[in-house]
């Protein structure tokens, strides 16, 4: 095939008209803030996943934020989380006063080690956040196993912790709108499923990011849906859309609260983006294939998407190069960058930053997640690639590792 040099961008959004059509229409509507569109955009994500309510926010970190600090979590509490991921899954711990508890993965995996995860649950441990990496789904039957074996452990602090009775589930699923794991879509097994719809995203908003709840905990929905909205503008007991009725200006503040509502121009980019996103998902899914037969033959390793009882959302492609370490992979990641090829790694470990350093945590204590990041290049996986691209990715891929 041609090797030329091509220009391949990591992840690049995929817009078509009906996207910018639509965002134009609310720009002429005159309503750019939170509005129909978004409401909008919430009945159609909680129809899509299964679940009686969704709550669009700015970002998946305001989501896992805001539902930490409805669930009443935060100083004196433990939230355990992965080792292995972005530093929003853990940072939204610090940010409401708790504690954050790092694990380990599992040796050749990306999830967390479970025993481990089990072992680090105490009184106080009120969340567990795990992170549903490149759109693959947790083992979450193993996490409510864990759960419920140290439930006599839990202590509740508040009556909505008391309706759980156990450590809560919040899985970070920035990477998985879509997904499936034994039949039930992403959003329909956790407690609550904080999505991302950043610009690098399966779905983007540009900006923006969901949560969700399952149907099945005994939750107000609509009180529920009313705690966020409050946390979201800054505690005003009416939104704008409500206020636009006639003589009704007046509102109280209830909570001196946070600003993270999404706008009806991006859920109106969102909309239409979903209107499409199961062919996009169809077309992540044959990319996959094409990358799995091309390099796994040449030994290889990347993440399994899809299996007998799981589909992934197929956000991204995680190939793992045996026997090299950081300094031979950041040369193959120039070396395909000369090629027009924008690569990435996903992740280096919480533990190897500054700011988790500063907190206490040390890489020579999760072994497992270092091994998993010294050898892992991200390759590009959006819907723009063609099939010829893809090919030229596998070649390069090989050629700059010395495969024949």
């Not at 002429?28 to 919430?42: A, D, L, Q």
């Not at 025993?115 to 193993?142: F, H, R, W």
């Not at 907190?359 to 270092?370: E, Q, R, V």
Request: glycine letters at 6%.
């Amino acid at each position: 095939m041609d090797l030329k040099v091509r220009n391949i961008p990591f992840s690049p959004p995929d817009i078509t008209d009906a996207e910018i059509e639509e965002v134009v229409k609310a720009m002429k509507s005159g309503w750019i803030t939170t509005g129909p569109r978004t409401k909008e955009f919430e009945r159609k994500i909680a129809e899509y996943i299964g679940v009686n309510k969704a709550v669009c926010l700015n970002s998946a970190t305001s989501a896992m934020e805001m539902t930490l600090r409805i669930l009443g979590i935060g100083a004196g509490d433990e939230v355990i989380t992965s080792a292995y991921t972005y530093t929003a899954s853990a940072s939204v711990i610090d940010h409401v006063g708790a504690k954050i508890i790092l694990v380990d993965t599992a040796p050749d995996s990306f999830e967390m080690d479970y025993e481990q995860l089990s072992n680090a649950i105490t009184e106080k441990t009120k969340a567990i956040i795990p992170v549903d990496l490149a759109g693959k789904m947790c083992n979450y039957d193993e996490i409510y196993r864990i759960v419920e074996n140290k439930k006599k452990l839990f202590k509740a602090n508040n009556e909505r912790q008391e309706l759980f009775n156990r450590v809560i589930v919040l899985a970070d699923a920035a990477h998985a709108f879509g997904a499936k794991r034994n039949s039930l879509r992403c959003g329909q097994v956790a407690d609550f499923t904080c999505f991302s719809f950043h610009a690098v995203k399966n779905l983007t908003t540009a900006e923006g990011g969901a949560v969700v709840w399952r149907n099945d905990l005994r939750l107000d929905d609509e009180e529920l849906y009313k705690q966020f909205m409050l946390y979201s503008l800054h505690g005003q007991s009416k939104d704008a859309l409500a206020k636009t009725r006639k003589g009704a200006w007046e509102y109280d503040i209830v909570y001196p609260a946070y600003k993270c509502n999404m706008t009806d121009i991006a859920a109106g980019f969102g909309l239409r983006q979903l209107d499409r996103y199961d062919e996009m998902l169809k077309r992540r899914k044959q990319i996959i294939k094409m990358y799995d037969n091309g390099l796994r033959p040449l030994g290889i390793m990347s993440l399994k998407h899809f299996g007998d009882d799981f589909d992934s959302s197929g956000h991204l492609y995680l190939a793992r190069i045996p026997k090299i370490d950081e300094i031979k992979r950041n040369e193959i990641i120039i070396k395909m960058a000369e090629a027009g090829i924008a690569c990435n790694v996903h992740y280096k470990p919480l533990p190897m930053f500054m700011a988790y350093k500063n907190l206490g945590f040390d890489i020579k204590n999760y072994p497992n997640a270092f091994n998993m990041y010294k050898n892992e290049i991200t390759l590009p996986l959006h819907t723009l690639l063609s099939n010829d691209d893809i090919e030229y990715i596998i070649e390069c891929f090989k050629d700059q590792r010395g495969v024949n």
